[in-house]
C-alpha cells in the first residue's frame, strides 16, 4: 500500500530534531534540556498514534509506505513501511520513550545533555530499524542505535 503520507518520517526524525536542536543549548541549562528532550518525546508518541488508529489490519501488505530513491547507483531506497508487528514496535518505542525521558528527569545528575542527546539519538535509531524496509537504510539505523550505547 502507498500513499502520499510521510508520517512514518516524522515519527523517524522528530527525536533525531529534538537531539539537533539539544546540540545549540548550553549545557549549564539543565531544565531547558530536559524539556526540549520531553517535548520531542512527546511529540514522536503523538504522532505515532495514528499508526494504530489507522492501521488496515484486514490489509497484509505494507502500509504508510514511502519510497524514494537514495543511492540509485547500487539499488539503495529511501523506503519505509509498516506490518502489524512493527506498528506494536514503533508504538511500544515512542511511549517507553515519554516514560524514559520522565522517568531519569530527576535521576540524571551528571551530563544531562549528552544523556538526552543519546537517548534520542537511541531511539531515531530503533524507530528506524523497526521502518526500514531497505537493507542498507536498515543497517545504517541498526549502527545508530548502537552508537548510544
Known amino acids: 500500500m502507498s500513499n502520499d503520507s510521510s508520517l512514518l518520517s516524522l515519527i523517524l526524525f522528530t527525536p533525531l ?42 490489509n497484509p501488505d505494507f502500509q504508510f509506505v514511502e ?43 551528571m551530563r544531562v545533555k549528552e544523556y538526552y542527546i543519546f537517548l534520542l539519538m537511541l531511539q531515531t535509531g530503533m524507530i528506524g530499524a523497526f521502518v526500514s524496509l531497505d537493507f542498507l537504510l536498515f543497517f545504517l539505523f541498526w549502527e545508530v542505535m548502537l552508537v548510544p550505547m
Open 67 to 109: 519510497r524514494l530513491p537514495w543511492i540509485p547507483s547500487i539499488g539503495a531506497e529511501y523506503f519505509l513501511g509498516v506490518d502489524g508487528f512493527s506498528v506494536l514496535l514503533i508504538l511500544l518505542t515512542t511511549l517507553m520513550g515519554v516514560i524514559a525521558v520522565l522517568s531519569s528527569w530527576t535521576a540524571i545528575t
Open 17 to 58: 530534531v529534538g537531539a539537533l536542536v539539544l546540540l545549540f543549548v548550553p549545557k549549564r541549562q539543565e531544565d531547558v534540556i530536559r524539556w526540549i528532550a520531553n517535548v520531542a518525546v512527546f511529540i514522536g508518541f503523538l504522532v505515532s498514534l495514528p499508526l494504530w488508529f489507522h492501521y488496515d489490519t484486514a
